[in-house]
């Protein structure tokens, strides 16, 4: 893994993607633009994992270029299934913004891909900074573990 230098054409794009997140789309402009420079490119190689199932959740991901796969390991003896495959403009890890959870599932890139990356600790210092997008994030936050809870 190797942090990158981003491009004016690359936050665009971050921008465009953040907008499908749920708790990022009612961010005004404004509240996007503190966000941008906390988020870093990486540079990732063909199978390289990264983050294990089971390892506590400290960051989010979105996929730039490159497609990485998503595996599920069911017990101490079996083999890592993939369950799925992302590519530009899936994102993945979103939860870990919002808890310290374990993670669900390995994620191993596929060929080479580059990755933004928003650390969790960072998230809390922009929740911290704007109180309007933190008590949205949060109504969003308990939708999703209402859902998850009753099995939505």
Known sequence: MEKLPMSDAEYGVLARVLRKVDFFAPMTIGQMEKVLPYILLYAYQPDETVFTQGSKG?????????????QIKKGWFSWRKTVTTLGPGDFFGEMALLSSDPRSATVATVEPTRLFVLLQADFQYILKENPAFAEEVGRIAARRKFAASHGK
Do not use: K, L, S
């Open 58 to 70: 400290d960051a989010f991901y979105i996929v730039h270029t490159g497609r990485v796969a998503v």
